[in-house]
């Protein structure tokens, strides 16, 4: 079965306690349920992480390269100051699509900046929890027509 890593960065663990008009009201834990579901009806097996960590978020990367066929990543914050995580991205040669619950162009300068997207399929911003569900829509559908390599060298 295709396998998807959905990894999830720094502070994403608070979700659900603060900054709902920016975020949304749901916990980590119940998007991690929604995305579940989604993948079962997408047909895909998923393994759902979370680290404040970068380096374990870089280790997560590279079992992956053993494991899963894809990766979609909400960085966080590291988003917009990675170059390791854009290198593990890059390294690991799965196709990679990045998330984010907020408009991230619409709010402050410093998050209009991705390291990762570059090395991404692509970017889903600004639909709340309803991007994990676009972007494992997506990364099922590249999969499929093996149009899944990363987009820059
Ligand atoms: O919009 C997103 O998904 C972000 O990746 C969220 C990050 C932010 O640094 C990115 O620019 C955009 C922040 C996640 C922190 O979430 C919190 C939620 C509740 C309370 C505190 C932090």
């Given at each position: 079965?295709?396998?998807?890593?959905?990894?999830?960065?720094?502070?994403?663990?608070l979700l659900g306690?603060?900054?709902?008009?920016?975020?949304?009201?749901?916990?980590l834990d119940q998007?991690?349920?929604?995305?579940?579901?989604?993948?079962?009806?997408?047909?895909?097996?998923?393994?759902?992480?979370?680290?404040?960590?970068?380096?374990?978020?870089?280790?997560?990367?590279?079992?992956?390269?053993?494991?899963?066929?894809?990766?979609?990543?909400?960085?966080?914050?590291?988003?917009?100051?990675?170059?390791?995580?854009?290198?593990?991205?890059?390294?690991?040669?799965?196709?990679?699509?990045?998330?984010?619950?907020?408009?991230?162009?619409?709010?402050?300068?410093?998050?209009?900046?991705?390291?990762?997207?570059?090395?991404?399929?692509?970017?889903?911003?600004?639909?709340?929890?309803?991007?994990?569900?676009?972007?494992?829509?997506?990364?099922q559908s590249l999969?499929?027509?093996?149009?899944?390599?990363?987009?820059?060298?």
């Amino acid at each position: 079965m295709t396998s998807v890593l959905i990894l999830n960065g720094p502070n994403l663990n608070l979700l659900g306690t603060r900054q709902p008009e920016i975020y949304g009201s749901q916990t980590l834990d119940q998007i991690s349920a929604s995305c579940r579901v989604w993948a079962s009806d997408t047909g895909l097996e998923v393994e759902i992480r979370q680290s404040n960590s970068e380096s374990e978020l870089v280790e997560a990367i590279h079992r992956a390269m053993n494991c899963h066929d894809g990766i979609i990543i909400n960085a966080a914050a590291y988003t917009h100051t990675s170059i390791a995580l854009r290198d593990a991205v890059q390294g690991s040669g799965l196709p990679c699509i990045e998330v984010h619950l907020s408009n991230v162009y619409a709010r402050e300068s410093f998050r209009h900046t991705s390291f990762i997207a570059p090395v991404a399929v692509g970017v889903i911003c600004g639909f709340g929890s309803i991007g994990y569900r676009l972007a494992l829509l997506a990364m099922q559908s590249l999969l499929n027509s093996g149009e899944s390599k990363p987009s820059a060298s």
